[in-house]
DNA sequence: GCAAAGATTTGCT
DNA sequence: GCAAATCTTTGCC
């Protein structure tokens, strides 16, 4: 279960770690919403490797996104993380979101602005938590169960509550047709501040999962 | 070798 | 609610 583990980046004072609240599912070569949907190629190599290890790749020209590999090898398949809902390190997020910004738009404009945000809004999007992480396709290949990666991921705590898990349709993949437009393989926590897509963050239109 | 579109975010109308 | 920013990857000539 990734829904709930800790994503984490760095040690000593700038740890910076987050609760994975959302993902979305892109599975197989036949899925037309994938990466993966055009075979092997140079980008989405690693999907096509072991699982456990970051995919990282850049759209739109600007945002990175990190995906977490989670098929044996010749299966492509990963998990995008889309939203993380910050535990430690927020200080350490707001200054990788500014100096992220500030390299593309007015600095003193965007460091207010981030300055401003709540915590919950630091990660919460694909590409936002690859801005608070520092995260760049230079981590394409990291192997995130290695105890001593830059970025990795450890279990959710023992003894935790049982998240309240839903489901829905993937985000920004207008391009698939059905049935994968439809695949309801974005998982989220219900409710939580920090899923992204406000007004569908709620349970109810999709069914309570695992 | 060139044209088109993309697993997004932000700001303005 | 709509369009811009921005550049890599894919697809076709």
Same mark, same amino acid.
């Given at each position: 279960?990734?829904?709930?583990?800790?994503?984490?980046?760095?040690?000593?004072?700038?740890r910076?770690?987050?609760?994975i609240?959302?993902?979305?599912?892109?599975?197989?070569?036949?899925?037309?919403?994938?990466?993966?949907?055009?075979?092997?190629?140079?980008?989405?190599?690693?999907?096509?490797?072991?699982?456990?290890?970051?995919?990282?790749?850049l759209?739109?020209?600007?945002?990175?996104?990190?995906?977490?590999?989670?098929?044996?090898?010749?299966?492509?398949?990963?998990?995008?993380?889309?939203?993380?809902?910050?535990?430690?390190?927020?200080?350490?997020? +707001?200054?990788? @979101?500014?100096?992220? &910004?500030g390299?593309? $738009?007015?600095?003193?404009?965007? !460091?207010?602005?981030?300055?401003?945000?709540?915590?919950?809004?630091?990660?919460?999007?694909?590409?936002?938590?690859?801005?608070?992480?520092?995260?760049?396709?230079?981590?394409?290949?990291?192997?995130?169960?290695?105890?001593?990666?830059?970025?990795?991921?450890c279990?959710?705590?023992?003894?935790?509550?049982?998240?309240?898990?839903?489901?829905?349709?993937?985000?920004?993949?207008?391009?698939?047709?059905?049935?994968?437009?439809? +695949?309801?393989? @974005?998982?989220?926590? &219900?409710g939580?501040? $920090?899923?992204?897509?406000?007004? !569908?963050?709620?349970?109810?239109?999709?069914q309570?999962?695992?």
């Amino acid at each position: 279960m990734v829904l709930g583990a800790l994503l984490v980046s760095g040690d000593g004072p700038g740890r910076r770690v987050g609760r994975i609240v959302e993902l979305e599912a892109y599975i197989g070569l036949e899925d037309m919403a994938s990466h993966a949907r055009f075979g092997r190629t140079k980008r989405n190599a690693v999907m096509f490797g072991p699982p456990g290890v970051a995919y990282v790749y850049l759209v739109y020209g600007m945002h990175n996104c990190l995906n977490i590999v989670t098929e044996a090898p010749g299966r492509p398949a990963a998990l995008l993380i889309r939203a993380v809902e910050p535990v430690a390190g927020e200080a350490e997020m +707001r200054l990788a @979101r500014i100096r992220r &910004a500030g390299a593309h $738009a007015d600095y003193e404009r965007a !460091r207010q602005q981030i300055e401003r945000l709540p915590s919950s809004r630091l990660a919460s999007g694909p590409g936002l938590v690859c801005a608070a992480f520092s995260i760049e396709r230079g981590h394409d290949g990291l192997d995130l169960c290695a105890g001593n990666s830059e970025l990795r991921l450890c279990d959710a705590p023992a003894g935790d509550e049982p998240l309240p898990v839903a489901t829905g349709p993937r985000i920004g993949i207008g391009f698939a047709p059905e049935p994968w437009l439809s +695949r309801p393989w @974005r998982f989220f926590v &219900a409710g939580n501040p $920090a899923v992204s897509v406000p007004g !569908r963050n709620v349970a109810g239109h999709g069914q309570v999962a695992e």
